[in-house]
């Protein structure tokens, strides 16, 4: 979920424009479930809104919960995009210490998508209006969390345990959760969402003392 600004979004090129229109698309589809509900319109409806083809919605999102959600499935750490990082956390790096490192890894999977702060004001909106959208959001967060827990385990070892593997990843998405809310409350010049979970991980060490490993 990449958290660019949007006025660099417009400034930018083609990568860009094609994130514009992504969330053009997702600001639709959430206003569209919000004022009728998320079986009150048509993927036709929606892509007449965003000012899209329905060739073009498709290109960016398979399904109706897909754009609602702005993300088509949970980010897969095997894919090209993310292999190599998952490859440099497995091996202990980048930075050789959990905590930093798990934060490096939100970075990157944060990447894998737009969010700008009105979809992530809209998208909250729409979660607690709609308990289907919660189920999906909630097992796409699980099946991203057991990929995690797998990856730290490989790193750490079997004497490191899954209770631990698991309390560290749960710590991440406490943190995740909390810097959205931020974010989502925040104004234009805040601070950007990948850097807000790096903030709040840093809370979370003043807080226990030490980064949560």
């Not at 960016?60 to 190599?84: C, I, N, T």
């Not at 990157?108 to 998508?113: P, V």
């Not at 409350?185 to 003392?209: I, R």
């Amino acid at each position: 979920m990449h958290s660019m600004g949007m006025s660099a979004l417009r400034a930018g090129g083609r990568a860009e424009k094609q994130a514009l229109t992504r969330v053009r698309i997702v600001r639709c589809a959430q206003r569209l479930c919000l004022d009728a509900g998320f079986d009150g319109f048509t993927m036709d409806e929606l892509a007449e809104a965003a000012e899209v083809s329905r060739r073009t919605l498709f290109n960016y999102f398979p399904s109706k919960v897909d754009a609602v959600l702005g993300a088509a499935e949970a980010p897969d750490l095997a894919s090209p995009g993310l292999q190599e990082v998952a490859d440099r956390f497995r091996a202990g790096g980048p930075h050789g210490r959990l905590g930093d490192d798990l934060a490096e890894l939100a970075r990157h999977l944060l990447a894998t998508q737009v969010i700008d702060r009105e979809s992530a004001r809209l998208r909250r909106t729409v979660l607690t209006s709609s308990p289907r959208l919660l189920g999906v959001i909630h097992e796409r967060f699980e099946t991203l969390a057991e990929q995690i827990v797998g990856l730290v385990l490989e790193r750490e070892g079997p004497d490191f345990g899954p209770v631990r593997a698991r309390l560290a990843v749960g710590v991440l998405v406490a943190v995740f959760d909390s810097a959205m809310e931020s974010f989502a409350q925040g104004e234009p010049d805040d601070p950007e969402l990948a850097d807000l979970v790096t903030d709040h991980l840093g809370l979370v060490a003043e807080l226990f003392g030490a980064h949560p490993a």
